[in-house]
């Protein structure tokens, strides 16, 4: 799986190595969580082999997580992408290292990640949460074609935090 500059591969429990130096990063934990709440190296790899298996206790829900790489021989993983359907609904995130903030590659990947979701996921209304301070991934939803909703709007999204803003995709 591939788009102009990026490689896309299902994520396993090997990613965890290349991805865990990316989630220490102070810069990106000041969006998703507190440095007293990270996982160790082998927490991460029992997460990246549990989503590489699937849900085990909801029958209506789909998960779809890939490793992000740029096509450049050994290159290691820049970020994820990550998705969890519900039926008519599901929720889309995206982690990037710093390093490849600002060079479009977050943009590109989500096209290609909305274009593969689209055939694996048709029919599909996809939400995003934000940390209210996250100008950056609010510019890139904006981008994307998503609009701000109130959450009390959304369906019941599991990934949202009290005071995160809500972003839902348009369909046309």
Partial sequence: MQS?????EPLTAAHADELFSILVTPSVLAFID???SLPSRADLREEYANRA???VDLANERRFNVAVRLKTLLAPAIGRLEATGYGEWGEVAYLFGEAW???GLAFEAMLWWHGYL???APQTVWWAMVHPANDRSIRLLHRLGYEEMEFSQSPNLRSY???DRCFVRSTT
């Fill in 4 to 8: 102009r500059n990026l490689w896309f």
């Fill in 34 to 36: 507190s440095p007293a």
């Fill in 53 to 55: 298996r699937g849900p």
């Fill in 161 to 163: 935090d009290v005071g």
């Fill in 101 to 103: 903030w600002g060079k």
């Fill in 118 to 120: 689209a055939t694996t």
